[in-house]
């Protein structure tokens, strides 16, 4: 993509503007991401109050991931239908209702509702966000903003846990959703100052195609939430997966047949793009499934308070943080494919760590590791898919990467929750080691897969 081709597209500003603009954008998507794990140190309490099933309890965090990422591709196409400047704002707004009305939540089914429209939100909100920064910055200066992104979406895994446990700790756990509302009211006013007006190609939105994706990942999720109860070869595992499938195979037809799909398979079909949106799939499931395990293993295993647990991750958050610096400046040098795959060899080798471990210590040196790897294979993902997309595309291109990042949310909870139901029921602490030996393997074979698809120096010769 040439450098001429992104600048006709960009708006007129100075850098302090781009970068204030990037700050307050940002932060927005660090909202989202800490909306991911701010539960994970509530889960306990939520239980215990609510009254929620193990199934429930792990729905509490799929569920806004799930729509989440299943709206997402809607989203971006939405900024490239209407404007990045009107859908930023529109999701912002519902994000921040439906946090407040999840505080209030008095029962199990409220508060997965009021979930569910918050990831309705983060789905219109953070591709149209990105897609910003990928149209106003360019060359090396792209590369920086995507690190200076990766690294507060990584550290926001951790910040959500800390967050969590200071204020389930304190104030109660309504309160790590009331938290957003006086943040997202700041924001909202900030952005509708400084969000510049951009062309859009036009179009429409393809419903259809947005309900099929959708209920094709929450039937597989599904499937993997009843995998840790009833088995594997469970009627009740085997029909939601059959289900998915047969939902995806829908999805793909409708794309071909709509007039205006959500997404242009033919994108796929680029190696760099592809490549990319399994990457940081493969990351977020690794990152949010360390954070799952680690906080269950801190409070039920060693006794830790939930604000305790929090400040336990903060050395994983710094991790997480120093990993994306690193792979903003280490992309344009070295290339993705070294920088990919290169953080998840870190994250596999520092899984098998925490999985060997009966050391607390070692067991957060692994951790801290784990999310180090994962911030280099964060900026390696955004910059293989955005080397290969057209900048009148970045709406699409942002919400499919966003996609496959909640996607990847979603399915590694559910996946590890699944392998370590005995030790979420009390009855087997030994499950969580099996956790991290399953994020192992998942992370060897990711990285042999990275360095065979992940494109070098550049994608222009893919």
């Known amino acids: 993509m040439s450098r001429s081709a992104r600048s006709t597209t960009a708006p007129a500003s100075t850098v302090s503007g781009r970068w204030l603009l990037l700050a307050f954008l940002a932060t927005a998507q660090l909202m989202l991401i800490i909306d991911v794990t701010v ?20 729905w509490v965090v799929s569920i806004y ?15 490239d239908v209407y404007g990045s400047r009107r859908v930023v704002l529109v999701g912002l707004g519902v994000f921040t209702i439906a946090s407040a009305l999840a505080g209030f939540a008095a029962d199990p089914a409220t508060l997965l509702a009021a979930r569910a429209v918050q990831g309705l939100g983060a789905a219109a909100l953070s591709p149209a966000a990105l897609s ?3 149209r106003i910055f360019q060359g090396a200066e792209l590369a920086k903003a995507l690190g200076v992104w990766s690294a507060l979406g990584g550290a926001g895994a951790a910040v959500g846990v800390l967050l ?6 304190g104030p109660g756990w309504p309160w790590v959703f009331w938290i957003n509302a006086p943040i997202g009211v700041i924001l909202f006013i900030a952005l509708a100052r400084t969000l510049p007006r951009m062309s859009a190609p036009g179009g429409a939105l393809d419903w259809i195609g947005a309900f099929l994706v959708t209920a094709a990942t929450a039937a597989l999720i599904l499937g ?20 998915a499938a047969l939902g995806y195979a829908a999805f793909v037809w409708r794309q071909r047949a709509a007039r205006y799909p959500l997404i242009d398979l033919t994108m796929l079909a680029r190696r760099p793009v592809a490549a990319g949106f399994g990457l940081i799939f493969v990351a977020t499931a690794l990152m949010i499934a360390v954070f799952f395990l680690g906080s269950f293993i801190f409070q039920r295993v060693h006794g830790f308070s939930a604000l305790d647990t929090g400040l336990v991750f903060l050395p994983v958050a710094l991790g997480s ?3 994306a610096q690193l792979g903003g400046r280490a992309v344009v040098r070295l290339g993705v494919r070294v920088v990919g795959g290169s953080g998840l060899a870190i994250a596999a080798a520092a899984s098998i760590l925490a999985a060997t471990t009966v050391s607390m210590t070692l067991l957060v040196v692994g951790m801290s590791l784990a999310a180090l790897g994962i911030g280099l294979a964060f900026v390696a993902s955004a910059t293989s898919v955005f080397s290969a997309v057209a900048p009148q595309h970045a709406g699409v291109g942002s919400g499919a990467l966003s996609t496959f990042h909640e996607f990847g949310a979603a399915t590694g909870v559910s ?3 699944s392998i370590v139901a005995a030790g979420i029921a009390g009855e087997s602490f030994a499950a969580y080691n099996q956790g991290f030996w399953l994020l192992g393997v998942v992370a060897v074979a990711s990285t042999a897969l990275a360095f065979a698809l992940l494109p070098g120096r550049t994608a222009a010769a893919w």
Request: glycine share 16%; hydrophobic share 60%; charged share 10%.
């Open 164 to 169: 969590g446990g200071a204020l389930t700790a």
């Open 65 to 79: 991931a799930l729509v989440f990422g299943g709206f997402m591709l809607l989203g971006g196409k939405a900024a």
């Open 132 to 134: 910003v920064v990928a």
């Open 39 to 58: 539960v994970a140190l509530a889960l306990p309490r939520m239980q215990a109050e609510l009254e929620l099933s193990r199934g429930t309890l792990t």
């Open 415 to 417: 996946a590890v929750s």
């Open 224 to 243: 993997l939430v009843n995998a840790g109860d009833a088995g594997w070869g469970s009627p009740a595992t085997l029909v939601p997966v059959v289900a």
């Open 321 to 323: 943080i120093v990993g």
